[in-house]
């Protein structure tokens, strides 16, 4: 079981067990099992944690799903989730998730599932050090403000009015 805090300051704890997956299945027609779905070839078929990856809003439903059973306690609606949920706290409820997925899986479905976590963490941790690098960079602060310069002197030029 694995908790986040929304921007609500709510706390949220994570269960996937079978009846999670049902209702995720039975709500939101996605099944959770096909996190880790191999192919004829048997390597891994990641399609729905890219989809999830580049769909927030299919994310926090998924994790809304997940919760349901205590929003339901507490009377929130998934559109009062969907509100409390952004930035930091996707990504801690995110974290929650996949790591409750990976738990939820028998080993072998668990090690290939943990290997492409951390394949995908070290990837993300490199592209943020890349962006840091990138923002610490004096040439994009000129780039920047040439670009600036230039759209301030091109709202300037307007043509004068036909009048």
Same mark, same amino acid.
């Given at each position: 079981m694995k908790c986040f805090k929304d921007n609500q300051n709510r706390n949220?704890?994570?269960?996937?067990?079978?009846?999670?997956?049902?209702?995720?299945?039975?709500? $939101?027609?996605?099944?959770?099992? &096909?996190?880790?779905?191999? !192919?004829?070839?048997?390597?891994?078929?990641? &399609?729905?944690?890219?989809? $999830?990856?580049? &769909?927030?809003?299919?994310?926090? !439903?998924?994790?809304?799903c997940v919760c349901k059973p205590d929003a339901d306690a507490q009377n929130i609606s998934d559109e009062d989730f969907g509100a409390a949920m952004g930035g930091d706290a996707i990504e801690h409820a995110t974290t929650a998730l996949l790591e409750e997925l990976v738990d939820f899986f028998p080993e072998a479905k668990r090690l290939?599932?943990?290997?492409?976590?951390?394949?995908?963490?070290?990837?993300?941790l490199r592209m943020e050090k890349a962006l840091k690098l990138e923002l610490e960079n004096p040439e994009l602060d000129k780039e920047l403000e040439k670009q600036v310069k230039e759209y301030i002197a091109s709202s300037t030029s307007l043509p004068a009015s036909s009048e």
């Open positions: 949220w704890t994570i269960v996937v067990n079978v009846a999670a997956v049902k209702r995720v299945r039975s709500l $939101l027609e996605i099944n959770l099992l &096909d996190v880790v779905k191999l !192919d004829e070839k048997n390597r891994p078929n990641v &399609d729905l944690l890219e989809q $999830l990856a580049s &769909d927030p809003v299919l994310l926090c !439903d998924v994790i809304y290939v599932l943990r290997k492409l976590m951390n394949a995908g963490e070290k990837v993300k």
